[in-house]
């Protein structure tokens, strides 16, 4: 990114502001030194937008919105066979995620939370965009997926770190803590593929994940979870976990959990069921073995576990295990289009679960993922309605991505 303008007017656009899912007819943006100065109707505009310093741009009626949050990113996954994915070595794997970096921008997603990474590649890479060296989303990083023995990551190559009972787990935070980590990802349960930790099968005791939980809040640490069953949600929420993926098996008990603790976010990370169903002969697996493995059934199940945590307020947020063949990088707006198509929601809803709430996952402190005074200029300028098609954002040629105010 390079010549900065001060201070910019983006007049004549059709704003979505992610306070709520109504859009702002006749409106402006404006920005200055990176931040928002005022977002809203242009007859309200404050009158220093038009001094000859501003530089204005006239959208013709495009559709401008907050950039979006990839809340289960994994930029360290080189796009192999999702049986497959620790195995490419740490030199090729960390020339893709600097691709994989500028993919995620470039697609609309101007901020990112780790959901994993292959070695430590995420501490680097966070590294190298914070100070300019490379593009891509702001990035909380994280490092290998902390699992106990037998879990679903215990397995060779840069994958995972495996750790059992309650202090072996908080020296193996604290080690991740000495590599500079953002996010600590655990593996709470497992996948309906591994034979030794199924979804339901708890890989951890309550006491060694009170102490994975314990150890990284005193370190300044958040924590993420792999949970797909009730169980396993509801031992994470009880810990006291930041984020939580999956979470397909519901019961009502698990959902008055998460709905009592509003600060944690839960993304239902649905592409990879999806994919996997679509493309498994790819795989070389036929789709009646995937069925018989419980993916199917899978998909349901979290239809319904979404319906009960719309219903009940919790704060979904998108994101999908992109990485793998049958779920590439670059195609994460596909996330919104499962929301629209799979979970019933309002493309205004898919919305805001990809901008104001996975801003409030990435930055807690609330500084992106809406357009409002004071907020990071963090934005898409988009050729089309994404309220009307939600596709559209699938389509990156449409797309103008601003992140701090400068194209990118």
Request: proline letters at 5%; aromatic letters at 6%.
């Amino acid at each position: 990114m390079s010549g900065t303008i001060n201070s910019q007017l983006f007049s004549h656009c059709t704003l979505f502001s992610a306070l709520d899912e109504q859009l702002i007819p006749h409106a402006a943006l404006w920005i200055q030194a990176g931040t928002i100065k005022y977002a809203g109707p242009e007859d309200t505009l404050p009158e220093a937008a038009g001094a000859p310093e501003v530089v204005t741009h006239n959208l013709g009626g495009k559709f401008v919105m907050p950039g979006m949050t990839e809340t289960h990113a994994h930029l360290s996954f080189a796009d192999a066979s999702p049986f497959a994915i620790g195995d490419t070595p740490v030199e090729e794997a960390t020339i893709t995620a600097v691709n994989n970096a500028r993919l995620m921008l470039n697609a609309g997603f101007t901020s990112a939370v780790s959901f994993g990474s292959t070695y430590q590649i995420d501490v680097a890479l966070r590294n190298a965009i914070a100070r300019g060296a490379i593009a891509g989303p702001r990035l909380l990083a994280a490092g290998r997926d902390l699992g106990a023995t037998a879990s679903n990551v215990d397995s060779p190559g840069g994958l995972s770190q495996i750790a059992d009972g309650p202090w072996a787990l908080r020296k193996a935070v604290r080690e991740q803590r000495r590599l500079g980590v953002d996010i600590v990802k655990i593996f709470i349960d497992g996948e309906n593929i591994n034979p030794t930790n199924p979804p339901g099968e708890l890989a951890f005791t309550d006491e060694e994940v009170n102490a994975i939980v314990d150890e990284a809040h005193r370190r300044k640490l958040r924590v993420a979870c792999h949970a797909r069953s009730a169980a396993a949600v509801k031992q994470a929420v009880r810990a006291g976990v930041d984020l939580v993926g999956h979470a397909n098996y519901l019961d009502d008990e698990a959902v008055d959990l998460l709905a009592q603790q509003p600060q944690i976010f839960v993304g239902p990370a649905i592409a990879w069921e999806v994919t996997y169903l679509a493309h498994c002969e790819s795989l070389g697996i036929s789709k009646d073995v995937v069925r018989a493995q419980g993916y199917e059934a899978e998909i349901e199940a979290t239809v319904t576990s979404v319906a009960k945590l719309r219903k009940a307020g919790v704060k979904l947020v998108v994101g999908g295990d992109y990485g793998i063949s049958i779920a590439p990088h670059g195609t994460y707006a596909k996330d919104l289009a499962y929301f629209v198509d799979l979970f019933a929601m309002r493309p205004g809803e898919a919305l805001l679960c990809a901008t104001a709430n996975g801003g409030l996952a990435a930055d807690p402190g609330g500084g992106r993922g809406t357009l409002a005074q004071g907020q990071l200029a963090d934005f898409l300028i988009v050729d089309g309605n994404p309220m009307t098609d939600i596709t559209v954002l699938q389509e990156q040629a449409r797309l103008s991505v601003y992140k701090g105010g400068e194209p990118v």
